[in-house]
C-alpha cells in the first residue's frame, strides 16, 4: 500500500511510520520540521509538512502525486497537548493557546483532507487521530482545550465523511492512552500497541461494522 501520514516526528507517528516501511509498504511521512538525524529509506520518505501550513501540505500533494501516484490512505497523527491545558481551565488559558490547539488538533485535518483527497485512490482512506477526550461523554475537566479541539475534530470527521459520500472511507481513530511525550502520564499502552492497530484498519483486517466512524484502534465503536 501507499500511505502518508501526518504527524512523523514522534511518538504514535513515528512508531507508525516505520512499522508500515517495515511491512513493506510505501510510506510518506510529514514533518513539521524536517531533521536531518531523521533517516529514511527506499520506502519511507520524509517530507516537511506543518500541518497548519496550507502552502506546504500543497508542496506535499505535488511532490506524492509525482513521485508516488495514487495513494491508499492518509493518516492523520499531528496533534498538540500544550503545557497550560495540563494545569488552566477554559476560564484561565490564553486563548492563544486555546487557538493553537485547535489549529493543529482541528483545523489542520480539513487542509490536509481537502488537499490530499484527489490523490487518494476510489475505495481508499482517510483516518483523523482524534481522542476519547472529544467525545461528549467524557465531562471534559481534564485537558480543556485539546477536549474542545478534539471533539471538534470529531464533527469535522463526520462532516467530511458525509461530504464526499462512498468514495473513500473516512473515520476518527482513538488510539488509546499511550506511553508518548504526550500520553505519558496517563499512559497504559505502549505507541507500538496502538500502530499495531492502525495497521490493522488500514490492511483491512481489522472488522468495523457498516456506519461506525469514531473507533478505537482496535475497531470497536466510541461514544460519540
Ligand atoms: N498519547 C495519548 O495518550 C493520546 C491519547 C489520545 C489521542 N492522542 C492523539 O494521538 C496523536 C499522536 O499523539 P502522540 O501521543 O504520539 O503525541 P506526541 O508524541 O506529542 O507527537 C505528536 C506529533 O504531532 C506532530 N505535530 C504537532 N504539531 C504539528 C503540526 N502543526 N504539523 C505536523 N505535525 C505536528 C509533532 O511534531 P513535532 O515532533 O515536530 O512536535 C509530533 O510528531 C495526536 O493526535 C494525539 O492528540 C494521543
Redesign the pocket.
Known sequence: MKIVI?????????VLAQMLAEKGHTVVA????LDDTISERENLIYLQ?????EGQIRDAVQWTKHHVGEIDAVVY?????LQSDRTETLLTESLDDIRKQIE??AL?LITVFRDFLPVIKKSGLFIG?????GSFANEGSLFPA?GVS?TTANKIIQTLRVTVGESINVYAV??????????RT??QIE?EEAAIGFCNILEGTTHIEKDQWFIDYRGNAMPL
Open positions: 501526518v504527524g512523523a516526528g514522534r511518538g504514535l507517528g513515528h510529514g514533518l513539521r520540521r509538512m506543518d500541518a497548519t501550513d497523527v499531528a496533534g498538540i497537548l493543529v488538533n489542520g487521530v482524534t481522542s476519547e477526550g485539546y478534539k482513538h488510539p488509546g492512552r499511550m506511553n508518548t511525550d504526550m500520553g496517563t499512559a505507541p
